[in-house]
C-alpha cells in the first residue's frame, strides 16, 4: 500500500510541476470557457538546443526536476477535444476537434522564476490559436479500450499529425493499464511568442502512468514515435527518448485569463 501511494504522490508532483506560476488575485480573473478531452502526454528529452529555440529571450530550458517526468525537456501532448464551451456554458464553434501541443519548462535568467511555455500548437479547429504560435493541420485518432472481469483495461492509441505545412508525425501505443490517479491542479501556461500572455486552466484527470523511466516503471506493451514534420526536425533528430508516458482518459478544465 506504501509503494502505491508513494507513486501516486510522484505522480501527482510531476503533473502539477509544470502548473508552477506567480500569484494573482482572483477577482482578477476572467472566465473564459471550458472543456472535456482525453489527452495522452509524453515527456521527451529531446535537443536541447532545438527546445531552447522554442523559448522566448531571457529563458532558460529547465529540464522536469523530479517525479516521474525527471531529466525530460519538453511536453508532447495529444488532446482529443470531445467538449468545448464558451463561458455561458453553450457548445463552442466547433465544440470538437483535435490538438497537438508542445510545452516545456523554463526559468528566468537572473531571477528564480520558473514558468511553463506553450512552445507549438497544431489543431484541426480553424483559428484557434490562442498562443500565437498555432498551426493548422490533420489529426486523425484511433483509440481502442478492451476490459473483462475486474482486471484493469488495455489500452491501443493511434495518432497522425500532418501540419499544413508538411511532413506526419505518427504516434501508437498499446499497453496494459495500472490503476489511475485522480487529481485536480491549475497551470499557467504562457506563450513563447508574447510572454507578457498566460491563461490559467483549472483542471481534474484521471492519470494512468503507462511508462517512466524515473521512477522505475517499465512500458507493459509497445509505443513508437516518429516525425517528419519540417519544424519539428530539431526536436526529432533521432536523439530523442520517451522519458514517459501517461495516459488521461478523463481531463475537466476551466479556462479563466488574469
Same mark, same amino acid.
Request: glycine share 8%; charged share 20%.
Given at each position: ?11 501527482a508532483?510531476s ?8 500569484g494573482?488575485?482572483?477577482n482578477?480573473? %476572467?472566465?473564459?470557457? *471550458? ?9 521527451l ?5 532545438a ?13 522536469f ?8 525537456n519538453t511536453l508532447l501532448?495529444?488532446?482529443?477535444r ?20 508542445l510545452?516545456? /519548462?523554463a526559468?528566468a ?7 511553463t511555455?506553450?512552445?507549438r500548437?497544431?489543431? %484541426?479547429a ?5 498562443y ?14 478492451? *476490459?473483462?472481469g475486474?482486471a ?15 511532413g506526419?508525425? %505518427?504516434?501508437? /501505443?498499446r499497453?496494459?493499464s495500472g ?9 499557467l501556461?504562457y506563450s513563447?511568442?508574447?510572454p507578457d ?11 494512468? /502512468?503507462a511508462? *517512466?523511466?524515473?521512477?522505475g ?9 516518429? *516525425?517528419?514534420v519540417?519544424g ?17 482518459p ?7 485569463l488574469?
Amino acid at each position: 500500500m506504501r509503494h502505491h501511494l508513494t507513486r501516486a504522490l510522484l505522480i501527482a508532483a510531476s503533473v502539477a510541476m509544470f502548473t508552477l506560476g506567480p500569484g494573482r488575485p482572483a477577482n482578477a480573473e %476572467t472566465f473564459v470557457g *471550458s472543456n472535456n478531452d482525453a489527452r495522452v502526454v509524453l515527456a521527451l528529452q529531446a535537443n536541447e538546443a532545438a527546445v531552447q529555440a522554442m523559448l522566448p529571450e531571457g529563458w532558460q530550458l529547465m529540464p522536469f526536476p523530479g517525479g516521474a517526468l525527471e531529466g525530460a525537456n519538453t511536453l508532447l501532448v495529444f488532446v482529443d477535444r470531445y467538449l468545448a464551451r464558451d463561458a455561458e456554458g453553450n457548445p463552442a464553434d466547433p465544440a470538437s476537434y483535435r490538438g497537438v501541443a508542445l510545452a516545456s /519548462l523554463a526559468k528566468a535568467e537572473g531571477s528564480d522564476e520558473v514558468r511553463t511555455y506553450v512552445t507549438r500548437i497544431y489543431v %484541426t479547429a480553424a483559428g484557434y490559436d490562442p498562443y500565437g504560435n498555432g498551426e493548422a493541420a490533420e489529426i486523425r485518432r484511433s483509440a481502442t479500450l478492451e *476490459s473483462a472481469g475486474t482486471a484493469a483495461p488495455k489500452w491501443a492509441e493511434e495518432w497522425t499529425l500532418a501540419p499544413e505545412s508538411g511532413g506526419e508525425l %505518427t504516434f501508437t /501505443l498499446r499497453y496494459q493499464s495500472g490503476t489511475p490517479s485522480w487529481s485536480a491542479s491549475e497551470a499557467l501556461p504562457y506563450s513563447n511568442t508574447n510572454p507578457d500572455f498566460h491563461r490559467i486552466y483549472r483542471f481534474d484527470q484521471l492519470v494512468d /502512468l503507462a511508462m *517512466s523511466e524515473p521512477l522505475g516503471k517499465a512500458l507493459d506493451g509497445d509505443m513508437s514515435l516518429g *516525425s517528419s514534420v519540417e519544424g519539428l526536425a530539431g526536436l526529432f533528430d533521432g536523439s530523442e527518448k520517451v522519458v514517459a508516458a501517461m495516459v488521461i482518459p478523463m481531463y475537466v478544465r476551466e479556462v479563466f485569463l488574469p
